[in-house]
């Protein structure tokens, strides 16, 4: 089973609409991310979340909220759905681990698309 | 805040060395990382430099000079299944240490 897992992993939806997209993981990582990534652009970083009481704006948290309901849950909100948020987005762990190696583990990343 | 820039795309052929080149303008960086992304799937770890100098891992290398600001990742013996886009990361120094910036990713195609 994938240590880091994103729902839905395709989703099409209206302009004004709310969504949600899941991110769970087991792997008793402290830190979560949600990035977006749009062609040519690379990964931005929307929010992230050092442990259930802490979240963190990125570099393009407007329109976006988060939740962290657990240490293995961390959801990311559109609350208003606009065409400019047409975007691939993924959610990542990270763990300070032995030999201060940081490494960034994604998971499979959901398609969104908004009409 | 933290600026990465790399090549948008290079191409190579089967059983070259390409070299990945990243430069940046930082405020402090814990280390440089790289990323492998192949289309329609998520970005996997591949390389880490904390300090300056080469880290082999078998046929991929990575280098970082903090004094000039630049980093590279070098790809030997070069495999199809290389073709992907690579991207340099960096983990914020100070406050924000649980924050990484990456760059735009470059693009690498690899022709028999």
């Known amino acids: 089973d994938a240590d880091v897992t994103q729902t839905p992993r395709n989703r099409i939806t209206k302009t004004g609409k709310r969504i949600m997209l899941e991110c769970s993981q087991t792997?008793?990582?402290?830190?979560m991310y949600w990035y977006r990534q749009d062609p040519g652009l690379g990964l931005r970083l929307i929010y992230y979340s050092f442990d259930v009481k802490d979240i963190n704006k990125g570099e393009i948290s407007d329109g976006y909220s988060v939740s962290r309901q657990a240490q293995a849950k961390f959801s990311l909100s559109l609350e208003s759905a606009i065409p400019n948020q047409t975007a691939l987005y993924f959610c990542?762990?990270?763990?300070?681990?032995?030999?201060?190696?940081?490494?960034?583990?994604f998971g499979p990343g959901t398609r969104l698309t908004v009409l | 805040g933290q600026s990465l820039e790399q090549p948008s795309e290079v191409t190579a052929v089967e059983g070259a060395i390409v070299q990945i080149n990243c430069t940046y303008q930082?405020?402090?960086?814990?280390?440089l990382s790289w990323y492998q992304q192949h289309d329609g799937g998520a970005p996997t770890f591949l390389s880490y430099?904390?300090?300056?100098g080469l880290e082999e891992t078998g046929r991929f290398s990575s280098f970082l000079s903090r004094s000039d600001s630049y980093g590279y990742l070098l790809l030997q013996e070069l495999q199809m299944k290389d073709s992907a886009s690579y991207f340099c990361a960096v983990r914020d120094l100070g406050y924000n240490f649980n924050k990484f910036y990456f760059g735009s990713g470059t693009k690498l195609n690899v022709k028999p």
């Open positions: 990542a762990t990270s763990d300070f681990g032995g030999d201060y190696i940081d490494t960034q583990y």
């Open positions: 430099n904390a300090l300056d």
């Open positions: 930082t405020s402090g960086f814990y280390g």
């Open positions: 792997k008793g990582h402290d830190r």
